[in-house]
Every structure is written in structure tokens, then in C-alpha cells.
């Protein structure tokens, strides 16, 4: 078995029980960071724990919109490993689906607020608690919903075009110090995205170029790229991962 040499980082992960957010985990611990990783269920994120390795990893449960939760994850990864490099967005919601002309208006506020003013409120305490100071990157996890408009998910897709923007805004203010750039994937297999190919994985993946879905590792080594020194001279960015679905935009 080869032993993974630390790379002495720090990050602090969002919704990352499973799905994306895990993968993101299992690629940064793979390198040799360290990470605490949030999320709702307490049973999950301990599993999560002891497969990411307990000397590799800690946890908080809660609600990533609730800021004393926000406020007790970064107090945690400080008292854990004594810093935050790198921060990973990539709690989310969609709760709705159908058009946007009967959008319930409650919904699509809860939607930004986990969506965009989560991880603002993430970004605000990372940036006070350690990077202010000692550096660091920020990745925020979108979707090609943000960048094209996404019928019946429109509250959803609004709010990842929102923290694109978000990324942007970061990027600008936390220059030299922090690198903010963004991950805009499409239909990963996830729990979260099953409604979108369950029971149709064949006929959902056939309009890929790449002819399959995306899974969580894709995402997770492209957050590994954006959070590593080969990155260094890319900020404000939205790295698009979505085998290529968007080359079918195209006429003919």
C-alpha cells in the first residue's frame, strides 16, 4: 500500500456526506490533505469520517445556510488542524420543479439562501479565520444550469448563476491572497441529480459526446486542480465539466 505523503492543507467542505461534495473529499485526502466536511446527517458525515480516514478527517452537522453553524465549522477545522487553506461550496437545494411562472416565492428563498448566501457566509469566514492572512483558493460548485437556461429548474439554475457571479465578485476583492474559481458541472450521479436519469441512465447519457454521466471523482479532481499550485495563475474562472453536452448547443 503507498503511503500518502501530507501535503500540510487544510479544507473545509460543504454538503460532502456524498455525491460531489465526498468525491471532492476523497481527492483532496487522496493527495494528502486533510479536510472537515460538512453536512445535515450526523450518521452519514460519521461514515464518511471513518472512510476518509479519522486522522484525515473531522466533521460538523448542520444546516449550511445557519450561520452559527457556518460559524462552528471554521471554528472546528481551526481547533482540529489549526487552518483553513481551502474552502469547497458545494452544499445545495432544489426542492422545485416545474416552471418559473408559478415559482413559490418562499421556495426560491430558501433556495438562494443555500445556494449563494451559504457560501458567501462560508467564504466571509474562511477568509477572517485564516486566509486573510496566509492565502488559499475557494471553489464554488455551480452547474451548466448557471450558465444556460434549465427548464422546470429555474429557481435552481438562478442561484448557480448567482455564485458564478459570487465567484467573480470573490475573486476580485480577495485578490492577490485567495484564488476563487468556480466548477460548473452537469448531470453528475449523484443522489441529489437522480431524478434527472433514474430508470433512463442509457437514454439521458446518449446526448453526452463523451456517451456516459458524470460521477463524483470527475468533479473531485477537477476541485484537486483548482485548489493545487498547478492552478496558481487562474482566479474568477468557472471550469465547465460536462462531457461535453454543451458542443450540442450548436446549430446543425
Not at 8 to 36: F, N, P, Q
Not at 152 to 167: D, E, P, W
Not at 190 to 217: M, N
Request: with cysteine.
Amino acid at each position: 500500500m503507498t503511503t500518502v505523503e501530507p501535503t500540510g492543507k487544510v479544507a473545509l467542505i460543504t454538503g460532502a456526506s456524498r455525491g460531489i461534495g465526498y468525491g471532492v473529499a476523497e481527492a483532496l485526502v487522496a493527495r494528502g490533505d486533510r479536510v472537515c466536511i460538512t453536512g445535515r446527517n450526523e450518521d452519514a458525515l460519521k461514515e464518511a469520517v471513518e472512510q476518509l480516514g479519522a486522522e484525515r478527517a473531522v466533521y460538523v452537522a448542520g444546516k449550511a445556510h445557519d450561520e452559527a453553524h457556518q460559524a462552528l465549522a471554521v471554528e472546528r477545522v481551526m481547533e482540529a488542524f489549526g487552518r483553513v487553506d481551502h474552502l469547497i461550496n458545494n452544499a445545495g437545494t432544489n426542492p422545485v420543479f416545474g416552471p418559473i411562472a408559478d415559482l413559490d416565492l418562499g421556495v426560491a428563498r430558501k433556495v438562494f439562501e443555500t445556494n449563494v448566501i451559504s457560501a458567501l457566509g462560508f467564504a466571509q469566514k474562511t477568509w477572517h479565520a485564516w486566509q486573510k492572512d496566509n492565502g488559499g483558493a475557494i471553489v464554488n460548485i455551480a452547474s451548466v444550469a448557471g450558465i444556460a437556461p434549465s427548464p422546470f429548474i429555474a429557481a435552481y439554475g438562478v442561484s448557480k448563476a448567482a455564485l458564478i457571479n459570487l465567484t467573480q465578485q470573490l475573486a476580485h476583492e480577495f485578490a492577490p491572497r485567495v484564488r476563487v474559481n468556480a466548477i460548473a458541472p452537469a448531470v453528475v450521479k449523484t443522489k441529489f441529480a437522480q431524478a434527472l436519469y433514474e430508470g433512463r441512465e442509457e437514454e439521458a447519457a446518449a446526448s453526452y459526446p463523451l456517451g456516459r454521466l458524470g460521477v463524483p471523482s470527475d468533479i473531485g479532481g477537477a476541485a484537486a486542480f483548482l485548489t493545487s499550485d498547478q492552478s496558481d495563475w487562474v482566479t474568477g474562472q468557472t471550469l465547465v465539466v460536462d462531457g461535453g453536452i454543451f458542443l450540442n448547443a450548436g446549430v446543425g
